[in-house]
C-alpha cells in the first residue's frame, strides 16, 4: 500500500537558521498538507497546498514559512529562521481530492530548535 | 473557524470493555469527520471516518455515531484489546475546505 514518507525523520537545527522538511506524497495524490504536532498537544494545519499553490494556511504559517513543490514527486516545508517554538513533530499528508476526502499522514519529522 | 472539543482526555479500561470518546464541533458547515489513531511516536492513521449524510458507520469493533443537529459525534471500541492503547483524535473539515481541525486527543489505555 503506497504511503507518504517524510525526510528527515529527526532534524536539529540552531535558532535561526533555515530547515526544509521534505516529503514525498502518495503518486496520485492531488492535494498535500502540512501540520504540526507540538509535544503532547494536538495536531494543528499549518498550510493545504494543490495545483501548484496555497489553497489554505492558518495563522500559525507566517512568513517564516513558505511551501515548494520543487518537482513532481517532493513536496517541501521551509522555516526560514527557526524559534525555540517551532520545535514539534510536523507531518506531511496528501489527499486524491479536497474537502471530505480521507487525508494519508506521513511518518512525521522531529524538529528540534536549540 | 471550527473548534473541536474532544473528552476524555484519558480513558482507562480493563480489556474486554467498551470505550466510548466524544467530539463536538462548532460550525454547522461541517460535514467530514475522520477519527485517527496515533501509537507513541507514529503517525496518526486514519481508522474510521463519517460523513454527514450518514448517522453512524461500522467497521468490525470500532464504530462512529454522529447527530448534526447537537453537533457531536463519537467513537465506540467494543471488546476493546491492549493494542488499542493509544491517543485518538476526532477531526472536522468544512465542506469545500480542505482543513483539518482536531481535538486535543484522548489517551486510551487498555489494561490486560
Known amino acids: 500500500e503506497p504511503e507518504v514518507t517524510q525526510t528527515p525523520s529527526h532534524q536539529v537545527t540552531q535558532m535561526g537558521q533555515e530547515v526544509i522538511l521534505r516529503c514525498v506524497p502518495i503518486s496520485n495524490h492531488l492535494y498535500f498538507y502540512w501540520y504540526r504536532q507540538i509535544l503532547g498537544q494536538k495536531v494543528e494545519f499549518l498550510v493545504s497546498?494543490?495545483?501548484?499553490?496555497?489553497?489554505?494556511k492558518s495563522e500559525i504559517f507566517d512568513d517564516q514559512f513558505s511551501v515548494e513543490r520543487p518537482d513532481g514527486s517532493n513536496f517541501t516545508l521551509k522555516i526560514r529562521s527557526t524559534k525555540l517554538e517551532d520545535s514539534a513533530m510536523y507531518f506531511c499528508?496528501?489527499?486524491?481530492?479536497?474537502?471530505?476526502?480521507?487525508?494519508?499522514f506521513g511518518p512525521g519529522t522531529r524538529l528540534t530548535v536549540l | 473557524g471550527e473548534n473541536v472539543e474532544q473528552h476524555p482526555s484519558t480513558l482507562s479500561v480493563q480489556e474486554g470493555d467498551s470505550a466510548v470518546i466524544k467530539c463536538t464541533y462548532s460550525?454547522?458547515?461541517?460535514?467530514?469527520f475522520p477519527w485517527y489513531k496515533q501509537e507513541l511516536g507514529k503517525r496518526p492513521q486514519l481508522i474510521i471516518d463519517i460523513r454527514s449524510n450518514v448517522g453512524e458507520k461500522k467497521d468490525q469493533r470500532i464504530a462512529v455515531t454522529l447527530n448534526k443537529t447537537a453537533k457531536h459525534f463519537s467513537l465506540h471500541i467494543t471488546e476493546t484489546q491492549p493494542e488499542d492503547s493509544a491517543v485518538y483524535f476526532c477531526?472536522?473539515?468544512?465542506?469545500?475546505?480542505?482543513?483539518?481541525?482536531f481535538g486535543k486527543g484522548t489517551m486510551l489505555l487498555v489494561s490486560p
Open positions: 460550525d454547522s458547515a461541517s460535514n467530514y
Open positions: 499528508a496528501s489527499s486524491e481530492a479536497s474537502g471530505a476526502d480521507t487525508q494519508y
Open positions: 477531526a472536522a473539515s468544512i465542506q469545500g475546505y480542505s482543513t483539518l481541525t
Open positions: 497546498f494543490y495545483n501548484n499553490e496555497i489553497s489554505e
